[in-house]
């Protein structure tokens, strides 16, 4: 019996979700754990695992589909419902093979027979699944003789791991020999993967030096498609830019207390063992307490949330995002209740936050429901620039960098005015 396999809830806010690539095709083996499709949401992929051990019977969302919570994304069968295995079962030609009425049709609309299927190690009764699989097995293995390559003997590996490795022509015994003993899993293709690249990059640079005739005519524009999480950027902040109204004020402020206070707290961290907090978690600390003292930037304004009529929405917690620049796009991982976090612990958060951005290992908890935003520049050199404000938020901190530049102090008497 097929089972609807549907858009989870990685997430407390999530509502939606991108389908960025399923990795495996209709017809394919499936097993309970094992990543089945990846998925898009607030800016984090996350490899979605398989519900249950059998067969992707049907794909309905495709590549890039933006859908809601819930909706059907596949039909998956489950071993479960599969009563007697047929591994090693020879049935004669003249005994029927039990199948469902779409299995039969479709063998017949392709020409299979269906004792071919079961020697093909599928269980009874047969499914349109078992159908599909058989043909495109059959059809890889037929292109594989007509192309002169290798087949590979049997290596125990997961069925992801032989999807990767039929995918990109690897074969599994140059793997397993790095891994005797042991079942050749997905990180094991893929650090081959990645060492075959590697070898291969590095050939592209000596060829890239030696010299080459230009060519006669190339175009002068390259289009560089965007990635699933910087199309969500753009949409976001164009849509924040156009609604939400912009009012931008620039202030200088001394910050030398603020360094002294960070470097003392840093040299009674240090004699413990744990780095200086950073100037950007001192900021976080007084951004909380400030938001703390003027509650009301600490809202949002919410249209026909209060019986179909605008309202304005006060959060009683402050949870602060951090832009944070990473390889693939600019993710903004959340420092949750930042009002009741010492600086120690904003720091040590901070640290984690920002290394797990960088390693694409944020979960959708980690980047949704901040209620302000920190965006600093600093590090790059900046003085001073204008951010967008993060839809669902009121206001956004942009930050330049520390400089030191004299200034003068006293009383007015002795002091110039300049205008």
Known sequence: MEKPFTMPKLGATMTEGTILHWLYRPG??????????????????????APLTG??????????DVLPVGSPLAF????SDVHAATENVQIPPSTPVASTPAAKREAA?????????????????LNRGDILAFVERTRYASQQQENGRPSFPAIPATPLAQKIAREHEVDLTLVAERKPGGKVKRADVEAHLHKVAGAE???????????????????????????????????RMQQSISVAPHIYLDLEIDMTEAERCRQSIGHNLQDRGEPAPSMTALIVRAVAAAILLH????????????????????????????????????????IRNAHQMSLQAIARELRRLTQAARQGTLTPDEVTGATFTISNLGMYGIDTFHAIIVPGQSAILAVGKVTRRGIVIGDLENQYLLM
């Open 201 to 235: 990059q590095a050939a592209e640079v000596v060829e890239a030096l030696s010299p080459v005739p230009s060519p006669v005519e190339s175009p002068d524009d390259v289009l560089n498609p965007l990635s699933p999480a910087r199309q969500l950027i753009g949409k």
């Open 109 to 125: 609309l392709l020409g299979i027979d269906l004792h071919a299927v079961v020697q093909a190690g599928a269980r009874l009764p």
């Open 28 to 49: 394919d083996r499936i097993v309970k754990g094992e990543p089945v499709v990846e998925i898009m949401t607030d800016k984090v992929n996350i490899e979605v695992e």
């Open 55 to 64: 067969r992707l019977v049907r794909v309905l969302a495709r590549d890039g």
């Open 76 to 79: 998956l069968v489950d071993d």
């Open 295 to 334: 509650p009301d930037v600490n809202a949002v304004l919410e249209q026909g949330a209060l019986q179909g009529k605008d309202a304005i929405r006060q959060r009683r917690s402050v949870h602060v995002g951090i832009a944070t620049d990473t390889e693939r796009a600019l993710m903004t991982p959340v």
